[in-house]
Nanobody, 120 residues
Framework: QVQLVESGGGLVQPGGSLRLSCAAS????????IGWFRQAPGKEREGVSC????????YDTDSVKGRFTISRDNAKNTVYLQMNSLKPEDTAVYYC?????????????WGQGTPVTVSS
């Protein structure tokens, strides 16, 4: 069964950190670019970070540059999103997705999402 499963979300205070994990089963994760997306209440889903399958290049949206780091562990078939210096505006449900390339809008697989709440 093909699955992407996110974990690691939760409640954190402003300035805190979380590490999200995206674990793949039923397919080889490094055959795809993996993107992290988020959707805040009442807002559209937006792309946050992406790591390519070819050379490991990473791409981050401006609002998270310098705070979030995407990485992959192919041996564990898992991609991570390290989130530091979290802000209340980072509150959202975070999803990972397998794509043919970071610049592509075509999504092969979606995960079910993990909620992140940044609040004091």
């Amino acid at each position: 069964q093909v699955q992407l499963v996110e974990s690691g979300g939760g409640l954190v205070q402003p300035g805190g950190s979380l590490r999200l994990s995206c674990a793949a089963s039923g397919f080889t994760l490094d055959d795809y670019a993996i993107g992290w997306f988020r959707q805040a209440p009442g807002k559209e889903r937006e792309g946050v970070s992406c790591i390519s399958d070819s050379d490991g290049s990473t791409y981050d949206t401006d609002s998270v540059k310098g705070r979030f780091t995407i990485s992959r562990d192919n041996a564990k078939n898992t991609v991570y999103l390290q989130m530091n210096s979290l802000k209340p505006e980072d509150t959202a449900v975070y999803y990972c997705a397998a794509k043919t390339a970071c610049h592509s809008t075509w999504i092969k697989y979606w995960g079910q999402g993990t909620p992140v709440t940044v609040s004091s």
